[in-house]
Antibody, heavy 118, light 110 residues
Framework: QVQLVESGGGVVQPGRSLRLSCAASGFTFSNYGMHWVRQAPGKGLEWVAV????????YYADSVKGRFSISRDNSKNTVYLQMNSLRAEDTAVYFC???????????WGQGTLLTVSS | QTVVTQEPSFSVSPGGTVTLTCGLSSGSVSTSYYPSWYQQTPGQAPRTLIY???TRSSGVPDRFSGSILGNKAALTITGAQADDESDYYC??????????FGGGTKLTVL
């Protein structure tokens, strides 16, 4: 079955960097685009970024553009989110998710919590 | 700045029918936005219910259905059950690799 397992969250100071990872299994990873979606404490879901199945295209929400970078390693079945210049408002649970048919998010990981605080 | 709108909260009686909507601050939602719907309970990852306007995800009961109603996407729950009490989110594909979530609807079943 499809499994997505995020890692790399934690507590980081404002202005610092962190990289999240998402290990995928149970499907042919190189055939699917992948998203990152986040949820601040007590708030709704916010789409963050997407990467095409082959890494050829990457798109970002305005709130993270220029600071975050999505990448993937199809040999390791892993997608990454490099986060630079972190701000308190980046504090959230970060979910990785698969880009499914019909331009949807079809499978979700359990999420990893990032806290940006001094 | 495109805003996707959802009712902040809704209430339904057990066994009743409720329709949640997903609109745009400017313009109409059509199938071209590939609306999809997600259910989330506190502390859990979202669960995909509906994608591509009206296609149920695997394992989703047929009492959940999606449609376009007027100028909005809609999620209808028929025969609401206690465990349908959750937050529901829609997301629209805006094209050019951009997705936007709605603010979510908190559904109470009582």
């Amino acid at each position: 079955q499809v499994q997505l397992v995020e890692s790399g969250g934690g507590v980081v100071q404002p202005g610092r960097s962190l990289r999240l990872s998402c290990a995928a299994s149970g499907f042919t990873f190189s055939n699917y685009g992948m998203h990152w979606v986040r949820q601040a404490p007590g708030k709704g879901l916010e789409w963050v970024a997407v990467i095409w199945y082959d890494g050829s295209n990457k798109y970002y929400a305005d709130s993270v553009k220029g600071r975050f970078s999505i990448s993937r390693d199809n040999s390791k079945n892993t997608v990454y989110l490099q986060m630079n210049s972190l701000r308190a408002e980046d504090t959230a649970v970060y979910f990785c998710a698969r880009l499914g048919g019909g331009w949807c998010v079809d499978y979700w990981g359990q999420g990893t919590l990032l806290t940006v605080s001094s | 700045q495109t805003v996707v709108t959802q009712e902040p909260s809704f209430s339904v009686s057990p066994g009743g029918t409720v329709t949640l909507t997903c609109g745009l601050s400017s313009g109409s939602v059509s199938t071209s936005y590939y609306p999809s719907w997600y259910q989330q309970t506190p502390g859990q990852a979202p669960r995909t219910l509906i994608y591509n306007t009206n296609t149920r995800s695997s394992g989703v009961p047929d009492r959940f259905s999606g449609s376009i109603l007027g100028n909005k996407a809609a999620l209808t729950i028929t025969g609401a059950q206690a465990d349908d009490e959750s937050d529901y989110y829609c997301v629209l594909y805006m094209g050019s690799g951009i997705w936007v979530f709605g603010g979510g609807t908190k559904l109470t079943v009582l």
